[in-house]
Structure formats: structure tokens, C-alpha cells
């Protein structure tokens, strides 16, 4: 993958495929400590210990419709080539949390990429999850819950046309606001 974003992408995918209905998404930079972290949880169906040793191999998986999983063990992989760390948390029947954390300035950090873009068409293809949203630069941050929005829109799904539209404007210009 060419940005943690669509890696994301694809970790995120999996927190569906285990039923999660909240799904939290932590992007944190720290440039005084050169350090960026990434963390994913949901409280989907969660792994058993067996799994969770597993899932960082790429030749193991769950699903069936291919003998591979990549998103993992390429998440894992990215962090480390950067000079970071791994993570990886889970229970069974309460959910998987992952985090990783890369050397900001490491020149083989793979660039964050459009994790605006990621995070509101997550948001418009899953209308019936819950996700939150934080992205932190420095002491700049921005937080975003769909829980409360919502509760504000009543009866207007997320996926609607215009709510889409105001998801993905308003998510453009909050983060180019804390950079």
C-alpha cells in the first residue's frame, strides 16, 4: 500500500466483517517527539489468544474467499520498516483494538494520505456504525462522533447525498485547520 490510509481502509474492513457497531480511530502526531500512532478498535467479535498470535502472518486468515491476509501483517510491517511498533489487543465476544506508531521522520514512513477521504466514505458505506474520529497534531485536534451526528440529523441517514457532501467538507476542513 502506497498510505496508511488505505491500509486503514482495510483494517477497518475487518472490524466490520466482526459486526463491530463502533469502530475508533485514533490518528496522533507528535512532531517534538518524531513519533506518529495509529490506532484502530472496535468491538466486533474480537479473536482468541490462538488467532491473535496468527494474525500478524500473512499466509493466515479467516476468510475463505482467498488463502491470505494482508492488511495485518502490512500494517505491522509498515510501522516497524519506520522505525515504530506493533500492537495488537483482542477478546473474544468484546472486540480487537491495534496500534502502531512510526518514526515521523523516518524517511521509509509511508505518508498518511487521505485519511479524510477514508474516514467519511467509511462513514457513508456503513451508515448503521458508529464511528469516532481523532486526529491529533501537536495540541491542534479535531474529534468526530457519528453517534452525535446522529442524534442531531433525527430521521436523515448519514448516507444521504447531502450529508455525505457536508461529512466530507467538513472533515477536509477541520484537518486542514489543525495542520
Known amino acids: 500500500m502506497k498510505e496508511l490510509a488505505l491500509n486503514i481502509l482495510d483494517l477497518a474492513q475487518n472490524s466490520i466483517s466482526a459486526r463491530a457497531t463502533l469502530i475508533e480511530l485514533e490518528v496522533i502526531e507528535d512532531t517534538m517527539s518524531d513519533f506518529l500512532k495509529i490506532t484502530l478498535a472496535d468491538n466486533g467479535c474480537g479473536m482468541t ?4 498470535k496468527s494474525v500478524t502472518d500473512p499466509f493466515y486468515t479467516t476468510r475463505t474467499t482467498r488463502k491470505v491476509g494482508l492488511g495485518v501483517p502490512f500494517f505491522k510491517m509498515a510501522a516497524e520498516m519506520a522505525g515504530g511498533s506493533f500492537s495488537i489487543e483482542s477478546e473474544v465476544g468484546k472486540g480487537t483494538r491495534l496500534a502502531a506508531t512510526f518514526g515521523l521522520s523516518n524517511v521509509d514512513r509511508m505518508p498518511v494520505g487521505d485519511m479524510e477521504g477514508v474516514v467519511s466514505d467509511l462513514i457513508y458505506m456503513n451508515p448503521q456504525i458508529n464511528f469516532t474520529f481523532r486526529r491529533r497534531i501537536d495540541s491542534k485536534e479535531f474529534f468526530l462522533d457519528t453517534a452525535e451526528l446522529k442524534e442531531i440529523l433525527g430521521d436523515v441517514p448519514l ?16 484537518l486542514e485547520s489543525i495542520k
Do not use: A
Open 159 to 174: 448516507n444521504s447525498s447531502e450529508v455525505f457532501e457536508w461529512i466530507s467538507g467538513y472533515l477536509k476542513e477541520q
Open 49 to 52: 489468544e490462538d488467532q491473535v
